[in-house]
């Protein structure tokens, strides 16, 4: 067993992430056959939370609606009908072994607010101290385009920041991340150069992933030094057997140094409210020496945004560089963009900070 396998038989806390194809085929097995697992790991000492996507399938199935809608009211109504069935199947499976599940319903704003991210956290630390397996799925009932993950698999990367995780399972229906060549890769530990390439987006007519999400949700988790596994999910104790460090899927190895939990969240957690572009000398202060951002180095600012929100911080080129919590409102930081710092305190009127981004609310992507 190589060794970044024999770590996961370490792994105390799991988010497991279940995709549409895998519920919607076995809607009630399929459910039961993860409750089996969870009951093997529980006495193991391993907490897990899951994340389950099926209700728009689910619904789409009862509303007899054969393609997947495209628009957002439709979305929303095969989620209203399905999401109930989907959880009805969860009951059933664990109330087998007399656990009880907790339904937690997420958007995108309640992790991009800092309070509600907080909130969130304590709810599902409360649910696991219960010995309650939390079941979490996107609000896609209420959800609008702007509030929207995207896919599950981004959800999961975002819950295993919010519980502390140590590991991400993503259960699908292949083996793994294949390579050019249609063969497995059973480790990645560089998802840029190998993985990014040759993944692709959904083919299932059901969800809305494929491996390119699952590739960028990996991204997402190792940057805070989490691992994880794109695994079978019809495979037999597929969720054991990662854990016990069999060879099992594809295992993206986390980097040495990872990101904090804040530091995570203004990354990934928040959606950005607007954004600076920064010139040359800016960048490289930023990518290279480890710099705050300062206004002198802005030559433009857009969308309209409030001191302390998140902003991207784009090149010249238009690609962004990092994100970061500013320091001044967007009017405010218009009127000071490419002045010194000697310069900012006439033109603004009072005593101000030389900062538009500290680095210490800055995230390098």
């Not at 792994?11 to 089996?36: F, M």
């Not at 596994?229 to 597929?238: F, L, N, T, Y």
């Not at 990101?259 to 409210?273: D, E, T």
């Not at 000071?336 to 030389?354: H, P, T, V």
Request: glycine share 10%; hydrophobic share 45%.
């Amino acid at each position: 067993m190589i060794a970044e396998r024999a770590a996961l038989t370490h792994a105390k806390r799991v988010v497991i992430k279940i995709g549409s194809r895998l519920v919607a085929e076995s809607p009630a097995s399929r459910p039961a056959a993860i409750a089996d697992q969870v009951l093997t790991l529980r006495t193991r000492g391993i907490e897990v939370v899951i994340v389950s996507s099926g209700a728009i399938a689910l619904g789409m199935k009862k509303l007899r609606i054969t393609v997947r809608p495209h628009e957002l009211p439709a979305l929303q109504a095969c989620a209203a009908v399905g999401q109930s069935q989907l959880m009805q199947h969860w009951e059933h499976g664990f109330a087998a072994h007399e656990v009880a599940i907790g339904q937690v319903l997420l958007t995108h704003d309640d992790l991009g607010d800092r309070r509600r991210f907080l909130s969130a956290r304590l709810t599902l630390r409360a649910l696991l101290d219960q010995h309650v397996v939390p079941i979490i799925n996107e609000n896609d009932t209420v959800a609008t385009d702007e509030i929207r993950f995207g896919d599950n698999d981004q959800l999961a990367a975002l819950v295993c920041n919010l519980v502390s995780a140590d590991v991400l399972v993503i259960l699908t229906d292949v083996e793994g991340v294949r390579n050019a060549s249609g063969v497995r890769m059973p480790i990645v530990r560089d998802i840029d150069r190998e993985a990014a390439p040759v993944a692709g987006g959904s083919v299932s007519g059901v969800g809305s992933g494929g491996m390119a999400s699952k590739v960028g949700s990996a991204r997402i988790v190792t940057r805070t030094g989490i691992p994880a596994i794109v695994a079978p999910g019809r495979e037999p104790d597929v969720v054991a057997r990662v854990l016990a460090g069999d060879d099992l899927g594809t295992l993206f190895v986390p980097a040495n140094r990872g990101l904090s939990a804040r530091k995570h969240w203004i990354a990934y957690g928040a959606k950005p409210a607007g954004s600076v572009i920064v010139d040359d000398g800016a960048r490289c202060a930023l990518i290279e020496g480890g710099k705050s951002l300062l206004p002198a180095g802005i030559v433009e600012v857009r969308g309209e945004f409030a001191l302390g929100d998140t902003v991207s911080v784009v090149s010249s080129t238009g690609a962004e560089l990092a994100r970061g919590l500013v320091a001044y409102p967007s009017d405010e930081l218009r009127m000071i963009a490419s002045l010194q710092s000697s310069q900012i305190e006439a033109r603004l009127g009072y005593k101000s900070i030389d900062e538009a981004i500290h680095r210490d609310d800055l995230v390098i992507l």
